[in-house]
């Protein structure tokens, strides 16, 4: 809870590292305000903007964390028509449907509203698979190149998003080397198998036999007795490689 000016005031100032950063800034709002106050001569007007500057900047603080709780909220209320490949909802919302005597806002409103958010950046990417599916090309292109992560393992996701349309696209070569990026973002990334084969059946098309040769060895050796190391024998035994 944000304490009152006046609490804040009686802070000592080795206490001041104990202050939340809003809680902070509201404290150096004050002291700068009594300042111009008692300095009008001096400030003049470029106080009175600076006063302001500092008054949005606190401002903006609190509404970034409302955006973001509003975006995390949107977001979690419409994954549900996305999973279960009701892609048009997924992207348009249920307007019909109301939660909190609010509509199911879709994807897009969200990407359009509160995309700077880390739900936002989320919503960014389904939104992008979401195109995909229903057969937008173009619209997802533009989401997988908005879209941006800090974690490797939607880093990952990403790069395979713009793969797929490079793929679409008839840009095989490409379109590997974004999976084969994709695969090596994160070890422990479950679809690390899939985005290997992606890259070698993209490399293969590419007339790169030597990249396929070694990815589809790469997946008979990390994934021996699974379905990527049946799928990765049989195109090396079409491409009459030796086992």
């Known amino acids: 809870m944000i304490r009152s000016q006046k609490e804040l005031k009686e802070v000592q100032q080795p206490g001041v590292e104990r202050l939340s950063q809003t809680e902070k800034l509201l404290l150096r709002y004050e002291a700068l305000r009594e300042w111009v106050l008692h300095n009008q001569r001096v400030v003049g007007a470029a106080g009175v903007v600076l006063v302001a500057a500092i008054a949005g900047i606190w401002w903006w603080t609190g509404q970034q964390k409302t955006n973001s709780d ?4 949107y977001l979690s209320r419409i994954t549900g028509y996305y999973f279960n490949g009701d892609y048009r909802h997924a992207i348009d919302g249920d ?3 109301k939660i909190e005597g609010e509509p199911l806002y879709g994807l897009r409103y969200i990407v359009e509203q509160y995309g700077s958010t880390v739900s936002g950046r989320q919503a960014t990417l389904l939104l992008g698979n979401s195109y995909y599916a229903i057969g937008k090309y173009d619209s ?5 190149d908005n879209a941006s992560s800090d974690y490797p393992i939607v880093k990952a996701a990403i790069e395979a998003g713009r793969a797929t349309i490079l793929e679409h696209r008839g840009n095989k070569m490409e379109a590997a080397k974004l999976f084969e990026s994709a695969a090596s973002r994160d070890e422990a990334n479950p ?4 985005y290997t084969l992606s890259a070698a059946r993209d490399y293969e098309a590419g007339n790169k036999k030597d990249d396929a040769v070694r990815l589809y060895r790469k997946l008979c050796a990390d994934y021996s007795s699974s379905q990527f190391d049946d799928a990765a024998k049989r195109e090396l035994l079409k491409m009459n490689v030796e086992l």
Not at 70 to 73: K, S
Not at 140 to 144: D, G, T, V
Not at 191 to 194: G, R, W
């Open 70 to 73: 509003h975006a995390a909220t």
């Open 95 to 97: 307007k019909q449907r």
């Open 140 to 144: 997802a292109s533009r989401e997988f």
């Open 191 to 194: 679809l690390d198998a899939d």
